[in-house]
């Protein structure tokens, strides 16, 4: 989550919408969230309903695995980074965006 926040203004270079999701409840996320001054979604899945479909259940379902989708307005799925470097995400996100053509925001 740091990376994504201090990263804000690279990756809202791009007119994309970002987000992240954990099996953690709404009001566990939010803490959490709070904690770190967190600047975009932490969405919650205790259900593992958008974990399961997205096949990043780890061990026995007690965790998710790190991975970034890149979904392009059509829903169709451009990229998946499987190997997220927690430290540079936010970072590496927006080198991505602009490595597969995602449009920049008009200003």
Do not use: C, H
């Amino acid at each position: 989550m740091k990376s994504l926040r201090d990263s804000e203004a690279l990756i809202s270079e791009f007119d994309v919408a970002y987000f992240m999701v954990s099996l953690d409840d709404a009001e566990k996320n939010q803490k959490f969230a709070e904690s770190l001054d967190g600047n975009f979604p932490l969405l919650s899945d205790p259900e593992k309903v958008a974990a399961k479909a997205y096949d990043v259940l780890g061990f026995g379902g007690l965790y998710t695995k790190r991975w970034t989708f890149y979904i392009d307005p059509d829903g169709v799925v451009r990229y998946i980074d499987k190997d997220v470097d927690t430290a540079t995400a936010g970072q590496d996100i927006a080198k991505r965006l602009g490595e597969l053509g995602f449009p920049k925001k008009a200003k």
